[in-house]
């Protein structure tokens, strides 16, 4: 599924933020309003943070994406000189454009809950769910005889970085990175895809006809800020023109898209989590906090705390 994190006051990028459904559009081709603002989503998380001991992949995990961050992320001292004003883009990833180890999850949907009823109504319901019940049998191989029953614990791997478009000049121009889940015993699509129409069924979750997309998004440029000196640059430019113009200019827009070519070549098949297991389905409230950096006794920069704020949380077993 395509997403975004529409709460925040930063608007989505050209490819869609985090938690954005993409705008419909009619029969006759005439495009529909936009749907209602979003305020929750259903989702599965992926930072284990709920963990009294985080298992040993998660650990792993979250080292992973550290080291993503560390050799990938462009330096905030080095993006005034390689940030663009609709020019050519950098092959680097842009500063804040990598998603904090706490925010990441699979979104199953999203809900425009528009007061407490409506909030109330959405806890409740997945607290009263037998979360077993939507785990199928099956195996990813089809045979039957050798079926993972659900009470087995599920378990996914995150391996290689996906853009949301394939499409070179989505590459060469690309606001969003994730990373696809694998689940061996085939059932965490099954699960989820469950999960989402039962919430759609009952009107909880937004309607929409895609199907589900389960992705975990490492990158998303919606979430860059222009620094100062790139903030001047846009209002020079905006005078020059009102200027010339006689009247109100625009300033060029900012583009924090980058050139995802080699990023998505580098970590072709890399491994960012392995094992990882799956055991609660959340509602979180839209728009991520900010965690603070600790530097641990190691030397290592942890960030603590921040993600969504959880409203809802159900444990599958």
């Not at 993409?22 to 259903?42: C, D, I, K, V, W």
Request: charged share 25%.
């Amino acid at each position: 599924m395509v997403h975004s994190d529409a709460s925040d006051p930063e608007a989505p990028d050209v490819e869609l933020g985090e938690h954005e459904p993409a705008a419909s559009t009619s029969a006759a081709g005439a495009r529909r309003p936009p749907r209602e603002r979003l305020t929750h989503f259903l989702a599965i998380p992926l930072h284990g943070q709920f963990f009294e001991t985080p298992p040993a992949s998660y650990a792993a995990f979250k080292a992973a994406v550290r080291q993503f961050t560390v050799d990938e992320a462009l330096s905030e001292h080095d993006r005034d000189a390689d940030a663009t004003l609709d020019g050519e883009p950098s092959t680097r990833i842009p500063d804040g454009a990598i998603r904090e180890f706490n925010t990441l999850h699979l979104t199953l949907g999203v809900m425009s809950l528009r007061d407490g009823d409506a909030v109330t109504n959405a806890i409740s319901t997945l607290e009263s769910l037998d979360l077993k019940q939507f785990l199928p049998t099956s195996t990813a191989s089809g045979d039957s005889s050798a079926a993972t029953p659900n009470t087995a614990p599920l378990r996914v791997d995150l391996k290689g970085l996906s853009p949301m478009s394939t499409t070179p000049s989505h590459i060469k121009k690309c606001s969003v990175l994730m990373m696809p889940p694998t689940d061996p015993t085939g059932r965490l699509y099954p699960f989820a895809n469950a999960l989402r129409t039962h919430f759609a069924a009952l009107g909880i979750l937004q309607e929409d006809d895609r199907p589900l997309k389960l992705h975990a998004t490492l990158v998303n440029t919606v979430y860059c800020k222009p620094d100062k000196a790139a903030r001047d640059r846009s209002r020079k430019e905006k005078e020059k023109n009102a200027k010339r113009k006689g009247g109100k200019g625009k300033g060029k827009r900012i583009d924090f898209r980058f050139d995802a070519s080699e990023v998505l070549e580098r970590y072709a098949g890399h491994v960012f989590g392995e094992g990882l297991e799956i055991d609660r389905v959340q509602i979180c409230k839209m728009g991520a906090k900010k965690g603070v950096e600790v530097v641990g006794e190691d030397g290592q920069v942890d960030i603590v705390g921040g993600g969504y704020e959880v409203v809802a949380s159900k444990k599958i077993w």
